[in-house]
């Protein structure tokens, strides 16, 4: 078995606010990003000026919490240039460490930011410890943050091979499309997860509802999903969404249904392999969504060190569809 | 634009009044107009969040009280006042939930995609406007709730306690359903 280390708990935000949520509440690192196409969470109104996140490193450093930006997104073959912009940024702002997926930024940090941490984000999709070993060989990346896909026993052996750091979500949106593969949006709505940063943007979306209080999730021109009058509801994603296959009956989710991690009964054995940091989805999220869930793994985890039984929050109510899962952490057949 | 109907599931309707006003729109309405003057000098950055949409009309639709609210949070012409029920005017997206869960969302105690999932929340119209509304309120330092109440002294603070707890035993009630 690995030493027992204390993981970082990783927290979003999407504003300044919801950053000062997450140092507040505990967090050992907060992850955030700037207004554009270098963030995979590049919604309208969400995220960060230059100015907004000088004030906020300062914030977070100031209660002992790093911040980590991301640049997760791949930019379009010749045009790195706002990307490496944004490193620059990063680097005179004082940020610990840049998430990246692409390798022309990372091999930009490498050679123009050697102390600058690169933290290789999942939207690289690397499981493999082949994988991952290349990226610490030719980048020097000290942390690779796994995708959902993997389970506690697979993690465990992971760890043994890898020269590196693992982070492995613990809470939030349950996404299991071979993350920075997926097409799925732009072929609805034109716009690039992986390189605009933009999943189902908001003008893509619209929210119709009927006499009887069923309601259709339209996006662009296709309707993905409609919830009866009871049912509770999900995000606007393709992947997320409801359809009529040859093979089912109604309407089937075909890809994933709308529920969210939640590895909170995990926690013991992913400590117990060796897991460097626990990752909070949810930078769309409000800053109440912050506070409760930070608080409630902060409590978790240091109840866990200190030797005790976890204390765990019921955190349903914050969950999509309001339903949660443990995913592949406990098992493949999730479903 | 859409029409929206009442939500079931919301209530509201007829005798679903609850936190019936006691005062006419017309007295009203000039309190809304320093609320939302007042939260606007606070807070210069908050409209920056809005992008374009700072122009859009927004109806806010408490639906169990008698009356919506109409806002354009533009800095240059700022709107905010009472509307009846019968003619909503024109507005670019529509919020209807319940009144204590509006207010928490303002308290900044609720998530609101969390109020979104279990269809206590919703939306129509203009959703990308709506993100930026919900962004921009979001990111306010003191809650809106909070700014509201000190206006009115202690009896404003005195109201939002009592509020506060009547929103806390309705999750409670919730939960245990």
Known sequence: MNAMVKPELICPAGTPAALRSAVDAGADAVYCGYQNATNARNFVGLNFTPEEMEKSIRYAHDGGTKVLITLNTFPPAGKVELWKEMVDLSARLGADACIVADIAVAAYIRDTYPDLRIHLSVQAAASSPEAIEYYVREFGVKRVVLPRIMTVSEIRGLLKEIPCEVETFIFGNHGLMVEGRCSLTNYVTGQSTNMDGACSPAACVKYERADDGSMSTILGDYMIDRFGPEETAGYPTICKGRYKCDARDGGYYAFEEPISLNASTMLPDLINAGVHAFKIEGRQRSRAYVKKVVAAFREAVDSIMAGQEPRLADLVALTEGQKQTEGALKTKKWR | ?177
């Open chain 2, 1 to 177: 634009m859409t029409s929206e109907p009442q939500s079931s599931r919301l209530g509201g309707g007829p005798g679903g009044f609850p936190f019936a006003p006691p005062l006419p729109l017309f007295l009203l309405n000039p309190i809304l107009k320093r609320i939302v003057h007042r939260i606007a000098v606070q807070n210069p950055d908050m409209f920056d969040r809005l992008g374009p949409h700072r122009h859009a009309y927004f109806l806010i639709d408490p639906v169990d009280i008698p009356f919506m609210l109409y806002l354009r949070p533009d800095p240059e012409a700022l709107d905010f006042r009472a509307v009846g029920r019968r003619n909503p005017p024109p507005h670019a997206a529509r919020i209807s939930g319940k009144f204590l869960d509006l207010l928490t969302l303002m308290d900044t105690e609720q998530d609101g995609d969390a109020l979104f999932f279990s269809r206590d929340l919703i939306v129509t119209g203009d959703t990308e406007a709506v993100v930026c509304l919900r962004n921009a309120l979001d990111d306010v330092d003191d809650p809106i709730a909070e700014s509201v109440a000190d206006m009115f002294g202690p009896p404003g603070r005195a109201a939002l306690n009592a509020l506060r707890r009547a929103a806390e035993n309705a999750q409670k009630r919730k939960g245990a359903k």
